[in-house]
């Protein structure tokens, strides 16, 4: 058995054990924060910092299940018109796309789709001013449009009548939604869901948790009766024993 020489080298052994530490700054209007963690390979003890006022709960979950899905993007104002854009091939594989909405750069130009190097650009079609042209602009067009793309599938919300426009900061749109996740609570060993209670201005270490993150991974789950104040602070360390 080799033990540790020196104190820097204790302190960066624990700090290797350390799997993950997030800090949460609560919002004021969310209850609730969900915390992904990676799988481990040996027990976890689960420390909870638990700065701000208003109590949590916390409970569990584990990521046991994976299925390919169909990725996609909505483009589009929800209030106005949006179109759904799939990618037909099931997987990972799809989240690499990208799409993006602007404006013709010539007066007269027509709508379009093309994908080029993963990104879908939607150009919009422009009058004889070179404006937007909203009566070609619509989002059953421009679904149109986009369905033309090999690979690809378009469906426009409402009746199609809405408008689409360029997108305002030009940055494209990642596809997501590649794989579907399947996550199961976590059961203490009288079939009981795992839930633990900690204090507001409170800091405690639960486990070791013999089988937790296993599967492919693992979530914890804060939830609080009301939001806690902004800015105020939970700090969440998951460390190997």
């Known amino acids: 058995m080799n033990l540790p020489k020196s104190f820097r080298e204790i302190q960066e052994k624990r700090f290797n054990n350390t799997l993950f530490k997030q800090d949460i700054v609560w919002d004021e209007e969310s209850t609730k924060a969900e915390i992904e963690i990676p799988v481990a390979i040996q027990p976890v003890l689960i420390a909870i910092d638990n700065v701000q006022e208003q109590a949590l709960t916390v409970t569990f979950e584990q990521l046991i299940k994976q299925t390919p899905a169909n990725a996609t993007a909505i483009i589009g104002d929800p209030e106005v018109a949006t179109v759904t854009i799939t990618c037909e091939t099931p997987g990972l594989e ?3 796309y990208k799409i993006i909405v602007v404006n013709g750069e010539t007066a007269g130009a027509e709508l379009s789709a093309a994908l080029e190097d993963d990104l879908i650009t939607v150009t919009l079609a422009t009058d004889e001013n070179g404006d937007p042209d909203n009566t070609k602009n619509t989002a059953a067009a421009v679904a ?9 599938s378009a469906e426009e919300s409402g009746d199609g009548s809405g408008v689409i426009t360029a997108f305002s900061d030009d940055e494209p749109l990642q ?20 839930s633990l209670e900690i204090g507001g201005e409170t800091a405690r270490v639960f486990g070791p948790f013999d089988y937790f993150p296993r599967f492919l991974g693992g979530k914890i789950t804060l939830t609080a009766e009301s939001a806690p104040a902004e800015d105020g602070l939970t700090t969440v360390i998951v460390q190997e024993v």
Not at 144 to 152: D, L, M, R, V
Not at 179 to 188: F, G, I, K, R
């Open 175 to 194: 596809f997501s939604g590649g794989m579907d996740d399947t996550w199961a609570p976590l059961y203490d060993s009288e079939g009981n869901e795992l």
């Open 144 to 152: 149109t449009e986009i369905a033309k793309i090999n690979g690809f």
């Open 94 to 96: 799809g989240e690499k």
